[in-house]
């Protein structure tokens, strides 16, 4: 889930564990080629965003993995990685390995909306009241110095898209402190009902009228999750995983509700909290719910853009909408980014950052060129670093 922000120097001790340095190629039979073989025996493109990745582990995080695929060919993909996903035996990421993948989610659950409005179960231009199960909030009582947020002034777009103004629930102080400062130790496990974080949200004034400006907000896709529950009767995790990841093949990706472990293979997640990497592996996800509790694998998400940004979830209406950033100014799309690179490529994903991950995945328009990169760290320290990894690969020999 990206808490704070959809886009954002080591120790000696870690300066010596990003010496290991082992760009891979997972090949049809699953081998492992290290950077020591002969070019001559190696017989595949070089692992371009390696130096990338390098700048990552530069700025701070512990280790940082890329996987690329074209043409749809998964069987080819070139996954490479720099510095450790454990600080304390030096292990490396694996292509395997499962991390949480924060608002990434969103996508996701955009996907599931626009499948309904094209079965006619709802239209984006529905009020959020209008398909809310009974007994969740839909206003605040006031707040003063602005507007209390009104679910039954927003429409589902506006959620969609982040213009709906509500306030966005991690920005509450108290709850911040507990969520990614001093306090998350204490709370790492405590567990959140989408209703008490839709509560605290409506206890803020709202940050614009609905529909007036684009502002990232968690709280919006915490409401479309709601929304799902209440035109399916099943929660948003499951017509997830009824409607996409089932077919999908997305064996690796689940949405562990309140569940504080992650699937093995992983590594570790560090925040840094107190100018210390502090382990940040088990938590409780249900912080992030349908904003961002998402738990998956670099392949599972090249998969996922892979088969949206082909039309195989979304007949071309809803495609089309879910790539319209009229309404943001170019801002983002309905749970999408477009992002310009410098040699005027233009690639469609999303980010997501939680609690010691932070993820990107970005595509061309018809996903048949697949970037997913991680750190496993919160956020990037150096946003531009982050899109170096996107410029590598899709704008061969343009300086990242």
């Known amino acids: 889930m990206t808490m704070r922000s959809p886009r954002r120097a080591a120790t000696a001790a870690l300066i010596a564990l990003t010496a290991l340095i082992v760009p891979v190629q997972a090949g049809c039979a699953g081998q492992r080629h290290i950077a020591a073989i002969p070019p001559a025996e190696v017989r595949r493109p070089p692992a371009t965003t390696v130096h990338a990745l390098h700048r990552l582990v530069d700025d701070g995080a512990p280790g940082a993995a890329s996987l690329i695929t074209r043409d749809g060919r998964f069987w080819g993909s070139r996954f490479s990685t720099v510095g450790v996903a454990d600080l304390r035996t030096g292990r490396v990421m694996e292509k395997s390995d499962h991390f949480r993948a924060g608002s990434l989610t969103k996508t996701l659950v955009a996907t599931v909306i626009l499948q309904l409005a094209a079965e006619r179960k709802l239209t984006l231009h529905d009020t959020a009241a209008a398909h809310l199960p009974a007994g969740v909030p839909v206003r605040g009582p006031g707040a003063a110095g602005g507007h209390s947020s009104d679910l039954r002034k927003v429409t589902i777009r506006q959620l969609l ?69 209440g035109v399916t009767g099943h929660s948003y995790a499951a017509e997830i995983r009824q409607r996409i990841t089932l077919p999908a093949g997305l064996d690796n990706t689940s949405f562990p509700g309140t569940d504080p472990s992650l699937p093995k293979p992983h590594g570790r997640a560090y925040s840094l909290i107190g100018g210390r990497q502090v382990d940040a592996t088990a938590l409780d996800p249900s912080r992030a719910g349908a904003a961002g509790e998402l738990v998956s694998t670099l392949g599972d998400l090249n998969r996922f853009f892979s088969a949206l940004l082909s039309g195989k979830f979304l007949a071309p209406r809803q495609m089309a909408q879910l790539r319209s950033e009229r309404a943001t100014g170019g801002a983002y799309g309905l749970g999408l980014y477009a992002t310009a690179l410098p040699c005027g490529v233009t690639v469609w994903g999303h980010s997501g950052d939680i609690n010691g991950s932070f993820a990107e995945t970005a595509g061309t328009a018809d996903g048949r060129h697949l970037v997913s990169y991680r750190v496993n760290t919160d956020a990037l320290t150096r946003p531009a670093h982050g899109t170096a990894v996107l410029t590598a690969e899709f704008c061969p020999g343009h300086p990242a």
Do not use: M, W
């Open 161 to 229: 898209d982040h213009t709906s103004g509500v306030f966005d629930y991690t920005r509450d102080p108290r709850l911040a402190g507990r969520l990614y400062g001093t306090g998350f130790a204490a709370h790492r496990y405590d567990t959140y009902t989408p209703a008490r974080l839709l509560r605290i949200a409506l206890g803020h004034p709202a940050a614009a009228a609905p529909g007036a400006r684009y502002a990232y907000s968690n709280t919006n896709y915490v409401v479309l999750g709601l929304i799902i529950q």
